[in-house]
């Protein structure tokens, strides 16, 4: 199983530069960080840009694939961020995987005028075809409901080919389909419940749909990652080295491929300690498959 790691995009880069580092350094297989504009509890204090960010961290690391945790069309437009994209391709020299979803009903969705539930499901499908074109091919010309493209261009196109990858989030069927047909992975984050046990059921129940959704289209269920959003789940992923050891073997069960913590904070939400995550490199990684 690989695993992989949230970095919040909270600190200035003196202070997060070396959280980065030691994510390579420690074995995770991919670090991401999240897209939005302000988040849940958090709003009110330090945040940066997701893709300023990844791009300075693609600069400190070398084989550690970066990824947005997710990044959604609340305030993005294709045709700018396909650019940017095709920029994080090239500075990770081939590193970058795009997290992408719906987006959630929070702050990202009121600071630019109320998007929250108008047309979000359109929205989003057309918001991921749009991309998958626009890194796929030299010219697009697109007319949606949501979006209008007119001959865009994509030179010099994506390291990654045909494109760089999508991993689609999605605990719906709708979104599942998206995901289903332009996801290289695909990642939950289960119910929306503060008990565990009923996390977890309710995760399997998400997963064996989607299972259905892919074989609906004709898709083996091997041609695609499954990414479980671990500290989505009540219990914080990190708070022990039993607790870690316990999610990765509950997840495996279910037939995830990756899975993704998040780096302990001094206080609120995903409060830990970093000698958890320290014990975790030093005892777990080493022994998971697909580092």
Known sequence: MRTGIVILPEHRWWMAEHKWKAAE???FHHAWTYDHLGWRSLVDGP?????PTLAAAASVTGKIR??????????????????????????????????????GVGYDTQVMGDTSRRGRQGRFEEFVTALDLLLTQDRTTFSGEHYEIRDARN???????????????????????????????????????????EWWAGV????????????????????????????????????SVERFREVVGRARELGFTDLAVHWPRADGVYAGSEAVLERVAADVLPGLVGR
Not at 72 to 78: A, W
Not at 93 to 101: E, I, K, P, Q
Not at 180 to 197: K, L, S
């Open 25 to 27: 350094e420690y074995g």
């Open 47 to 51: 945040w940066f840009g997701a893709v």
């Open 66 to 103: 970066l990824g947005t945790f997710v990044a959604s069309p609340n305030f993005r437009h294709p045709v700018p961020f396909a650019r940017e994209l095709l920029a994080l391709d090239d500075l990770s020299d081939g590193r970058f995987t795009l997290g992408v979803g719906a987006g």
């Open 155 to 197: 030179a010099p196109g994506c390291v990654q080919r045909p494109r760089l990858p999508f991993v689609v989030a999605a605990n719906g069927p709708k979104a599942m389909g998206v995901a289903a047909r332009y996801g290289t992975g695909w990642v939950t984050t289960g119910p929306d419940t503060d008990d565990d046990e």
């Open 204 to 239: 399997a129940a998400i997963t064996a749909t989607f299972r259905e959704v892919l074989a609906g289209i004709g898709r083996e269920k091997a041609t695609i990652d499954f990414h479980l959003n671990a500290d989505s789940c009540p219990v914080y992923s990190l708070t």
